[in-house]
């Protein structure tokens, strides 16, 4: 399985999907999700587990990882922000002077990577679940970057959806007020509504919620699989998966001798 501006790998500690820069950021960032195997089964979820682990491949550069709280906090990827610390925040931005490399962990949500280049190259790794997106982290994100990197061009903005809960399985009570508030605000073809319930589809709201803020279609990539259906590649909440998640990761490239 594969889609455009993704790259599938199998490593023996699990499936590794790298996110393709491209040509004008790759020299800056990189950013992997690691999915479902070996790694990620025995650390549960557990961020400094997981770093335990890889930090060795990456110069044991500091690392934030924050403690996801469904809203749109971000947080600059900063030593003073990293391991052992667990800041509450569901964004983190990475730009030229970080200290530290970025992670945030799922099962169901959706991982969202933006990354652009104004006056300097900035990244941000967002946890967009159905609050998330009903707040439009995605937007706050972009709006984040424009107040804070001069210069700045949309067509020099790209966009990564990764895969994360589909509409076939994800459905809310019409009873539920906040199913009710998507409903009236997630574009049309996001929402589909049944006899008790309504179905999201998050990631297609996601990938409106970034063109509405004028990212060009071709720039925005989605790794269109479900979560809960793709049981082999990923962990699911909904399917069962109390603790396990998949690890996104983005850091600089100049740390590493990747480039
Ligand atoms: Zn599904």
Known sequence: MNFPGFKVTHEDRGVVIDLEM????RRY??????AKGKMNDEAAGDPEKVWRVLAEEYGNVPLVAPLQVHGTN?????????LPLRPEADGVLLAELSSAFASLRFADCVPVVTAGIAEEPWLYLLHSGFKGT????AAAALSNARQR????DKNRIWAWICPGIGAECYSRRKDDPSAVKASKLFSAESVFEEEEYFRFDLKKEIASQILAFGVPAENIYTFDCCTSCCRDLFYSYRAGDAEKRIFLLAGMPKNLNLM
């Open 22 to 25: 491209p040509q004008q950021l």
């Open 29 to 34: 960032f990189f950013a992997r999700l690691y």
């Open 74 to 82: 971000i947080i600059t990827a900063d030593k003073n922000n990293s």
């Open 134 to 137: 009903l707040q439009n982290i």
């Open 149 to 152: 990197f001069g210069h700045f």
